[in-house]
C-alpha cells in the first residue's frame, strides 16, 4: 500500500471514529480529515501533543509545515516509517492508531524535524524539541543522530539515541534500548546500526561499534563489541550465540533463538543457543 492509499485509509477510519465516538470529531477533522498528506496531519498532531506554554501548538505546526515543504526526504521517511509499523507491531488495526496515538512513530517524526533543523544550523529550535520530544513520549534522541528509514521504535518508553549514532534503514528497537557512549569522550563515539538490525528490550550498546547488517541483540543485553552480520549476541557482557536466524530480524521481529527455552539458567541455555531474546 502506498502513502497515497494509507492516507486514504486514514480518512475512511476518521470518518468512522467520528461517527462512533462524536467527541474526538475535533480530533479527527484537525488531524486527518482536513489534512491533505500524512506530513500535514503529524505536522498537525505533533504541534499540539508538543505544545507549551513557552511555544504554541500554531508555531510548531508552520514550522513543521515549512520543513516539510523544504525537504521531501522528511515526508518519504515519516511514510516508511509509518508503513514499518503497520507491517511489524501485531497490536496494530488502523493507520490512525499509529498517526494519532503511537509515541515511537511520534518521536521519530519530531526527530527527523529537529535533525533538519540540526543540519541548516537551528541548533536551539532543535535542542528544544528534543527537550520536549523527550517530556512528552519518553525517548532522547540527539538532533544530530542520523536515522534511516522504515525504522520501528516499538513502545519507545526509555530509547536514549546519542550524539553521533547512526542507524541504517529498516532496523526495529524496542523499549528501553539505549544506543550510548562509554564515557565523556567526545568525537565519533556512538553506535553504527546497519540495516535490518533488531534490538531487543533493555539493551545497552555502548560506544563506537558496529552492529552489522541483519543482525539481533538480546533484550537486557549488554554489547560492548561489534557484533557481526547475520549473528544474534546476547547477555552481560554479550557474546555470539549463533545467527540471527533471517535476514532481515528487524522485519520478522522474532526474538528466540530455533530452539526453545530450557530450564537450567541463562548461561546454560546461552551457550546452548536456547536463550530466548524477550518481547
Given amino acids: 500500500m502506498n502513502t497515497t492509499e494509507l492516507w486514504q485509509q486514514a480518512h475512511d477510519e476518521a470518518m468512522a471514529i467520528s461517527r462512533q465516538e462524536p467527541s474526538l470529531t475535533p480530533l479527527m477533522l484537525g488531524a486527518v480529515l482536513n489534512r491533505s498528506t500524512l506530513g500535514a496531519g503529524l505536522a498537525y498532531r505533533l504541534g499540539h501533543r508538543l505544545a507549551h506554554p513557552d511555544l504554541s501548538a500554531q508555531p510548531l505546526i508552520e514550522m513543521f509545515d515549512c520543513l516539510l515543504d ?45 535533525h533538519a533543523l540540526w543540519q541548516a544550523g537551528r541548533r536551539q529550535m532543535a535542542r528544544y524539541l528534543q527537550s520536549r520530544s523527550s517530556e512528552v513520549f519518553q525517548t532522547d534522541i540527539h538532533p544530530a543522530a542520523r536515522i534511516g528509514n522504515g525504522v520501528f521504535i516499538d513502545h519507545a518508553t526509555g530509547v536514549v539515541i546519542g550524539e553521533t549514532t547512526v542507524i541504517e534503514d529498516d532496523v526495529s ?30 539493551a545497552k550498546v555502548l560506544g563506537n561499534i558496529e552492529i552489522g547488517e541483519g543482525a539481533r541483540i538480546g533484550a537486557g543485553s549488554v554489547v560492548l563489541k561489534a557484533v557481526p552480520a547475520h549473528t544474534t549476541a546476547v547477555g552481560v557482557p554479550a557474546r555470539i550465540v549463533g545467527d540471527a536466524g533471517c535476514t532481515a530480524p528487524s522485519r520478522e521481529m522474532q526474538h528466540c533463538l530455533d530452539k526453545p527455552h530450557e530450564p537450567g539458567g541463562d548461561e546454560k541455555a546461552a551457550a546452548s543457543g536456547q536463550l530466548c531474546c524477550g518481547r
Fill in 70 to 114: 523544504a525537504d521531501p526526504s522528511i515526508s518519504e521517511g515519516i511514510a516508511q516509517d509509518l508503513t514499518a509499523v503497520i507491517e511489524r507491531d501485531p497490536a496494530i488495526r488502523q493507520v490512525t492508531e499509529v498517526v494519532l496515538y503511537l509515541k515511537g512513530l511520534h518521536a521519530l517524526a519530531v526527530h527527523r524535524f529537529a
Fill in 173 to 202: 528497537l524496542l523499549q528501553g534500548v539505549t544506543l550510548g557512549g562509554t564515557g565523556k569522550e567526545a568525537g565519533d563515539r556512538h553506535p553504527k546500526v546497519r540495516r535490518g538490525v533488531l534490538i531487543g528490550a533493555g
